[in-house]
């Protein structure tokens, strides 16, 4: 069943040009370093991007987790949390740029892809586990002599980082380019297969490698915007869960971990028994 996504991808596009308003620098290759930039965007989208007007949610709580100059900082830990309390994964479906490029990947015509449930119940916890190594125990466990760790996701992992950090600021800065060597390709390598993969498979990256994902996944059941059904409207006819493409069962887990909030289920219902917002 076809669904009118056009007010979300509105919505989205109008985000990630928010987070990434520092214009100037797509043409000069130079990093924003106001006072907002020590503030975190809700969605995953790299500190590093020319545009870049704030922090990564990740990247910034990486660098208070290795860093042990300094005292934890509950500011980073506390508005991510606030974000994750308040909207949930809605921030997912609404407001992440890279959720929002996966979102026009898979509008790509081609043959469209579903992971076995099997498989898909065993590979969504991936992302939690990223999200405790990468983000969490590497940084705090392996510091050097000075206390500093490195940013191992973003490092090693993030492909939002490749598409809208370094390839923009290679393109910008050819004398960047003599330093590429096996970490560059390999995060091209997870780029592009992330890319490849969002063609065929919705969201393949929201659904099984995003820590950012994983981290707002444990506010669902308890944000204040919520997926609610009718109960007395509501007839099992099951077609909110077929038009699911997070493989959600709507109409019995509506705050699943894995829903993102994109509203195709509340315009799929026909009994109208699904409603959402903040509760």
């Known amino acids: 069943m076809a669904n009118n996504n056009k007010p ?39 500190y590093s991007c020319p545009g870049a007007l704030g922090a990564c949610p990740i990247g910034s709580m990486q660098a208070v987790i290795g860093s042990m100059k300094y005292n934890f900082s509950y500011y980073v830990l ?28 898979h509008k790509i015509p081609s043959p469209k892809l579903k992971v076995p449930p099997k498989v898909h119940s065993m590979l969504k916890y991936l992302k939690y586990v990223i999200l405790l190594l990468f983000v969490i125990i590497l940084p705090f466990v392996f510091q050097d002599e000075l206390g500093i760790s490195d940013p191992y996701f973003c490092k090693y992992i993030c492909p939002s980082g490749t598409l809208f950090g ?18 560059f390709n390999l995060k091209l390598s997870i780029l ?35 997926i609610n059904i009718d109960e007395k409207k509501c007839i099992s006819c099951d077609i909110c869960t077929k038009t699911c493409k997070m493989n959600v069962e709507v109409y019995k887990k509506p705050n699943d971990r894995e829903c993102i909030r994109c509203g195709d ?9 699904i409603k959402s917002g903040i509760k």
């Open 192 to 226: 592009i297969a992330i890319i490849l993969l969002s063609v065929f498979i919705y969201r393949v990256f929201c659904k099984y490698l995003c820590p950012l994902g994983a981290f707002y996944a444990v506010f669902n059941p308890i944000s204040l915007y919520k």
């Open 8 to 46: 979300r991808h509105i919505i989205q596009l109008f985000s990630t040009i928010a987070t990434n308003g520092h214009l100037k620098g797509f043409f000069n290759g130079k990093l924003y370093k106001g006072n907002i930039k020590r503030f975190c965007v809700p969605g995953l989208n790299c």
């Open 78 to 105: 506390g508005i991510i949390s606030l974000f994750g309390v308040i909207l949930g994964r809605f921030i997912c479906g609404w407001l992440c740029p890279f959720g929002f490029v996966q979102d026009l990947l």
């Open 166 to 183: 370094g390839i923009p600021l290679l393109s910008l800065n050819p004398s960047l380019r003599s330093g590429l060597g096996f970490l």
């Open 265 to 273: 289920c509340v315009k799929a219902c026909p009994k109208n028994a």
